[in-house]
């Protein structure tokens, strides 16, 4: 089946996923994980994306990002992956496809799924069995959230607030609302496996 054609919109929100290919690992060491934070922050500035969660497990990459310019979330993507791709082949001697495919974009329309799709992304190192809380996986936006660690790829969620009048609130109800699992995480895992089909990549 071809491919379809992106749909992308200005001032926008989207859930971004990219998987190593044939979900091998793309990072193998905490080298690897500072490094592409270090280009998502690059590239993030030059287009103007703002970006409100991640999630860096060992073969693939979550994002939650607000774009201002259509065109800008695809320019933005393809630096990233093609800046990390050229450090990682350097550093392992890799030759051949690192990623899977084209990345997957899904739109998020509604602001009730914005804080929702934000948890999902950020709960999948406990859903995975890494870590017991999704606070103690380093290389993820949770802790920003939960204890105000300073993170200067993070924007905060618009809807953080809505956890408190205080900091201290915030982090509090935050901690609470991201720490049990929800009925919705299986369905947005069916979104990305049909996404996988429909933007032209195997499952």
């Not at 049990?180 to 369905?187: D, G, L, N, Q």
Request: charged letters at 25%.
């Amino acid at each position: 089946m071809p491919s379809s054609a992106r749909l992308v919109y200005d001032n926008a929100v989207y859930h971004i996923v990219q998987r190593g290919n044939n979900k091998q690992d793309i990072f193998k060491d905490e080298k690897d994980f500072k490094r592409f934070l270090s280009i998502i922050r690059r590239y993030i500035r030059k287009y103007n994306v703002q970006v409100y969660h991640y999630c860096l497990m060992l073969n693939h990459v979550h994002l939650l990002v607000k774009i201002t310019r259509r065109e800008c979330l695809a320019k933005m993507m393809q630096s990233i992956l093609q800046s990390y791709r050229l450090y990682y082949g350097n550093k392992y001697g890799y030759v051949g496809h690192l990623y899977q495919g084209r990345f997957k974009s899904k739109l998020i329309e509604d602001d009730s799924y914005l804080l929702e799709c934000g948890r999902y992304v950020e709960r999948n190192p406990a859903r995975a069995g890494l870590v017991a809380k999704p606070d103690e996986y380093p290389w993820s936006s949770c802790i920003f959230y939960t204890f105000g660690k300073r993170n200067s790829i993070i924007t905060a969620n618009p809807l953080y607030g809505s956890f408190g009048n205080s900091i201290k609130d915030r982090q509090v109800g935050y901690n609470d609302y991201i720490s049990t699992p929800r009925p919705y995480e299986e369905i947005i895992d069916k979104e990305f496996d049909m996404l996988n089909i429909l933007q032209g990549a195997p499952k």
